[in-house]
């Protein structure tokens, strides 16, 4: 899908009155820009105010914002109904951009994934880039945990506030969420180092009602509970978002072993056996290695039949 030669429509929202100033001053000064040149046409909140939603599946900017109760994450929504990419957006206007600001978008077209990965995103799955700031470069590699322990324990805090079924996302590390087996998040996170301050873009895509390329959390939710039940894109990420705050704020201040516990409750690898193969004299040689946990630097951890300990890297694609 090309749909570079179609200006891509942003509506820009805030929490309160001072985002909102902000939202007018970004869209009157004609600020944000894209890669490639592509055109951009905004909306500021008042505007948006005075456009009816157009179906049950539009994403409601009012329920989110109702839903959202942070200090600093999430307070400045962009939305698109198409758009290229949300990272980019994020990224190539980072300093334009409060911390914190989030970018949604209905469908993107350049969506994109670890190692240069192409991110399928249709219409029903999740697509959101938000900004965050770090001065400490040794722990920026396991803020990518953090985020996906945020997604799982939203979706849990979803479903028990509205009385669902548990959905049982896992996080297979070092980036992707599974359900039942099954590949249905992702999350992306890139940085830049400027002014002794790391400006960090992170993404997460999330199969939330496209049950193509793989399956989706109401496709599972359907079959547990009936058709009538489902969990809505906006509800999700203002939880998220909710959520990321807190375990943020306890990532930044205890560091990530203030999370480990609840991360190995969550992820899929804990007494896992693993083969790794290694060169020795132009010979690979292959050690079946059971996985214990994380390693300072956010590697995983494991131990031979040797009893050794090694640190396993991820290969790019996996």
């Not at 209905?106 to 969506?111: A, E, M, R, S, T």
């Not at 669902?164 to 099954?182: A, S």
């Not at 999370?259 to 132009?282: A, D, F, M, P």
Request: proline fraction near 4%.
């Amino acid at each position: 899908m090309d749909s570079s030669s179609t200006p891509c429509k942003l509506l820009l929202c805030g929490k309160s009155s001072a985002e909102n100033e902000i939202a007018k001053s970004l869209m009157n000064n004609n600020t944000l820009k894209l890669p490639d040149n592509v055109e951009i046409s905004t909306l500021s909140h008042s505007e948006i105010l005075d456009e009816p939603q157009q179906n049950e599946e539009s994403f409601s900017l009012s329920r989110f914002m109702n839903s959202l109760s942070t200090n600093l994450f999430g307070r400045l929504l962009i939305w698109s109904p198409l758009l290229p990419s949300t990272h980019d957006l994020v990224s190539n206007n980072f300093g334009e951009l409060p911390i914190g600001t989030v970018c949604i978008a209905d469908v993107q077209y350049k969506g994109r994934g670890r190692s240069k990965n192409v991110w399928e995103s249709p219409a029903g799955c999740l697509m959101f880039s938000f900004t965050i700031q770090m001065e400490d470069g040794q722990v920026v590699p396991l803020l990518q945990y953090v985020v996906s322990l945020a997604v799982t324990e939203a979706i849990k805090d979803l479903c028990d506030k509205n009385g669902l079924p548990h959905i049982d996302v896992r996080i297979k590390w070092p980036n992707d969420l599974y359900l039942n087996g099954v590949k249905v998040g992702g999350i992306l996170c890139t940085s830049t180092y400027r002014s002794k301050k790391f400006n960090i873009s992170a993404g997460i895509g999330l199969n939330v009602d496209n049950e193509k390329p793989t399956t989706c959390l109401n496709a599972v939710l359907r079959e547990l509970a009936g058709a009538a039940c489902a969990l809505r894109r906006e509800d999700i990420v203002a939880a998220f978002l909710n959520k990321f705050e807190k375990l943020y704020d306890l990532f930044i201040n205890g560091g990530f072993q203030t999370l480990e516990e609840l991360y190995y409750k969550t992820w899929l690898h804990s007494g896992q056996r693993v083969i790794i193969q290694e060169k020795n004299e132009n010979q690979v040689v292959e050690n079946v290695v059971t996985i214990q946990g994380l390693t300072p630097s956010g590697y995983l951890l494991a131990i031979g039949e040797d009893n050794q300990m090694c640190e396993l890297h991820p290969d790019g694609n996996r």
